[in-house]
Each structure stands twice: as structure tokens, then as C-alpha cells.
């Protein structure tokens, strides 16, 4: 599944951040404890050297009791528990809030009257514990917020970074080359994008000369054939006139059939040829019933061939914009279609409704290949006589009535319909 860039590098962001966060909360959490416990052996520190300095020198054995019965903190006992100052922390129930808290404890060797004794004192932390999870629930936050806050400006700052390259996207992906409207990229004060931009009028330009040079060689070319193929059909109908063998009247009959194919190519070339340089600009209102009446004829005699049945089921009068001459080539290739591809004793349905044209005819009794249907020279059946030009020039003039061609099987039946 790809991502938008800015989502990509937005979320590598994010997630950087998010270990940065978490390290650094763990980090912080385990230095402000260390420091806290330092600071707190160093007060139970000072209270034992304020015993040793002001209470051990007159302090007696009998004061030992007396002395642990008002200190809880503070306490003597006999004999040397340790042999050297020794820190640590310890778990105790405290009865007063029920429950077990930590305390750092310091024991220390002393002698009283000379004999050994270990001086306990021993502070509760848990408030220091309550602090340093305060302060670093607080560090939390504010590193959120300010993870919150740089991803806000960097959203918006990339979106307004960006911004001339979607333009130029949002340019590319409505170009085509067959229309007459070039690309016009917002100009914009960044480097890279601006080289991209002039890279990509350099390479449209470069492909509209190209593909203009195309056309107009087609055109011409289709208009030099016109002539001599003209000549050659003129020559082969003289010659049939003629007294000839049934061999010579073959060959000739079958140079006739290819000259004839040869001439629609021609023309078929130089009718799309024509449509891409916009010779059929001119448009009137069009009474599609009447133009389908008026070839109706010719094409239930051509039809006569398969024997096909031709059917109008016309529901409303369609009236549309258009150019008179593309219209009737629309026509003409729908009918032409219908026949060409369908099967013997099959039919033809010529539908009008609404706003929609459509023909149905029997045929191949399968679904045909709707991305090639329409291409240039695209032929589902490559034993037809057609050109492969047909559906090409009936999509060429719907795009350019911004009319819409749909095409689909159903009920055994191929359907065209074209959406005015």
C-alpha cells in the first residue's frame, strides 16, 4: 500500500520521537531517583554525625534504652552489626498508614563506654519516591506537548513546502498530449522543484512537437494516398468493364476488395487525423432519430447479408449538440459494427431513452476485451474484414462531445451505449 511523503516522513517523525521519549523519560526518571537517594544518605549522614559529635561523648549504657524508646528512627543496638558505615534501603510496615514503605537506612559502628554498638538511623522515602514520579510525570507531559507542538509545525510547514510539487502533480496527471492545453506550472522560490518544473515543460514540449509532427506527417500522408488510390480503383473498374477470363476476373475482383479496404484505411487515417487537429469544431442541434431514420435503409440492405433483424425501440426524441458529419460517422460505425461483428440470422436493437443511445447486437456469445476494445487497430476477431479503426473513431468522437461509451455483455447481447 503506498503513502502520501509527508504521511511517511510524518510518521518516521513520530516514531523517532516516541523512542527519544521513552529513552529519555527513563533516563531522566533514573538519574533524578539517584540524585534524591544521594541526597537523602547524605542527610541520615549529618544526623550521625550529630550524634557522634554532640550525643556520643556523654551518652551511657543506660541511656540505651530510654534513648530507643523515643527514637523509632533512631535507634542503638548492641554489638557491631557492620564494621564500616554501610547504606542501603529496606522495606517496613508502617502501621500508621498500613501498608509497607521503602526507607534508607545507615548503619554505623560506635562504642559506647567501650563497648560496640551499631548506630541505626533510617529516613522514609516514599514522599522523595512521590516527588521524583510528580516531577517525572511532569517531564512527560511537557515533552508531549512539545512533540505535539513540532509535529503541528512541521504538518503545516511540509504541507506549504510540498505545495508546488502536488500543484505540478495535480498539472501532470490532467495532461494529455492529444489536447491542446499545455501545463502551466505555479512558479515557486524552490530550487529543486523549480529545475523539476522546467524539466518537465522541456520534456512536454518536446513531446507535443513530436507528436504534432506525427499527426500532420499522417494527414499528409493519408491526403497523397487519396489521389493515386482514386487512380488505381478508377483503372480496376475500367478494367472489369472488359472482356476478361474467370482467372483474370478473380485476381481482379480480389485487387478491388483490397483497394476498397485500403481506401477506408486511408480515409478512416485522415477522419482521426483530422478530429485530433479540431477540423470539426462546428456544432448544431441534431435530431438523433432522424439520422438514425435516414440510414436506416442502407443498412437494414446491408444487413441482408447475415439476414439480421434490425429493431428501433425508440421511447423519446433524442436531441443532441454536435457536429453533423462526426455524428453521422457515429452512426454509421455503431450500424457498421453491428453488423460486421454479429452472426448469421442474428439481430440488431437500436435503443433510445432518456438521455442514452444504445445498440445491441448478437454475436460471439462471450464478453470481449473492454481495455483493447477501443485502441487503434484493436481487433477481437482478426479474421474481420474491418480496419481495427471503427471503435477507435467512435471513442475519439465521444471524447471530443465529452459524450460518455460504455460497453458490456448482457443477456447475450454486446451493448454500446453512449450517454449524452
Given at each position: 500500500?503506498?503513502?502520501?511523503l ?5 510518521n ?12 529519555s523519560?527513563?533516563?531522566?526518571y533514573y ?16 544526623h ?9 561523648p ?20 548492641p554489638?557491631h552489626?557492620?564494621t564500616k558505615?554501610?547504606?542501603?534501603t ?8 498500613e ?10 559502628p ?9 548506630y541505626?538511623v ?10 521524583v514520579?510528580?516531577i517525572?510525570?511532569l ?13 503541528i ?5 511540509s504541507?506549504?513546502?510540498w505545495?508546488?510539487f502536488?500543484d ?25 522543484f ?5 524539466s518537465l515543460s ?23 494516398l ?26 481482379l ?6 483497394v ?7 480515409k478512416?487515417?485522415l ?9 470539426y469544431?462546428e ?21 441482408k ?13 433524442l ?22 461483428h454479429?452472426?448469421?440470422?442474428g ?18 456469445p ?5 481495455d483493447?476494445?477501443?485502441n ?16 477507435a ?28
Amino acid at each position: 500500500m503506498t503513502k502520501k511523503l509527508l504521511q511517511k516522513t510524518t510518521n518516521q517523525f513520530l516514531l523517532f520521537s516516541a523512542i527519544v521519549l521513552l529513552i529519555s523519560g527513563l533516563i531522566f526518571y533514573y538519574i533524578t531517583n539517584y540524585f534524591y537517594i544521594e541526597e537523602t544518605d547524605e542527610f541520615i549522614e549529618n544526623h550521625k554525625k550529630e550524634f557522634v559529635k554532640y550525643q556520643l561523648p556523654t551518652f551511657k549504657i543506660s541511656d540505651v534504652s530510654l534513648w530507643n524508646k523515643y527514637n523509632k528512627n533512631e535507634i542503638l543496638i548492641p554489638s557491631h552489626r557492620v564494621t564500616k558505615d554501610t547504606y542501603f534501603t529496606k522495606i517496613y510496615y508502617v502501621q500508621i498508614e498500613e501498608e509497607k514503605q521503602p526507607f534508607r537506612e545507615l548503619n554505623s559502628p560506635i562504642f559506647i563506654e567501650g563497648k560496640p554498638y551499631t548506630y541505626t538511623v533510617k529516613i522514609n522515602i516514599i514522599k522523595n519516591k512521590h516527588l521524583v514520579r510528580s516531577i517525572a510525570k511532569l517531564f512527560f507531559i511537557i515533552i508531549i506537548i512539545l512533540m505535539l507542538g513540532i509535529l503541528i509545525i512541521v504538518k503545516i510547514s511540509s504541507k506549504r513546502l510540498w505545495k508546488p510539487f502536488y500543484d505540478t502533480l495535480q498539472q501532470i496527471q490532467g495532461f494529455e498530449l492529444d489536447k491542446n492545453k499545455t501545463p502551466v506550472f505555479i512558479s515557486t522560490k524552490i530550487d529543486e522543484f523549480d529545475q523539476l518544473n522546467k524539466s518537465l515543460s522541456k520534456l512536454i514540449e518536446k513531446n507535443i512537437s513530436i507528436y504534432k509532427s506525427q499527426r500532420e506527417f499522417v494527414e499528409n500522408a493519408a491526403h497523397e494516398l487519396q489521389t493515386p488510390l482514386a487512380l488505381f480503383q478508377t483503372k480496376i473498374d475500367t478494367l472489369l468493364q472488359l472482356e476478361l477470363s474467370k482467372e483474370q476476373s478473380s485476381i481482379l475482383s480480389s485487387l478491388n476488395n483490397d483497394v476498397s479496404r485500403f481506401n477506408r484505411l486511408n480515409k478512416n487515417l485522415l477522419l482521426l487525423s483530422k478530429i485530433d487537429n479540431g477540423n470539426y469544431l462546428e456544432k448544431n442541434i441534431i435530431i438523433l432519430n432522424d439520422f438514425i431514420n435516414k440510414h436506416l435503409d442502407f443498412f437494414t440492405e446491408q444487413a441482408k447479408a447475415k439476414n439480421l433483424s434490425i429493431v428501433t425501440e425508440f421511447n423519446t426524441e433524442l436531441s443532441i449538440t454536435g457536429n453533423s458529419s462526426l455524428t453521422e460517422v457515429l452512426i454509421n460505425n455503431l450500424f457498421l459494427n453491428a453488423i460486421r461483428h454479429n452472426v448469421m440470422n442474428g439481430k440488431i436493437i437500436i435503443r433510445i431513452e432518456d438521455n442514452m443511445l444504445t445498440f445491441l447486437n448478437t454475436g460471439q456469445p462471450k464478453l470481449m476485451v473492454i481495455d483493447k476494445l477501443f485502441n487503434r487497430f484493436s481487433k477481437t476477431n482478426p479474421s474481420s474484414q474491418g480496419n481495427g479503426l471503427g471503435l477507435a473513431i467512435i471513442k475519439k468522437i465521444t471524447e471530443l462531445n465529452q459524450w460518455q461509451i460504455n460497453y458490456a455483455f448482457d443477456n447475450n447481447l454486446h451493448v454500446f451505449s453512449i450517454k449524452f
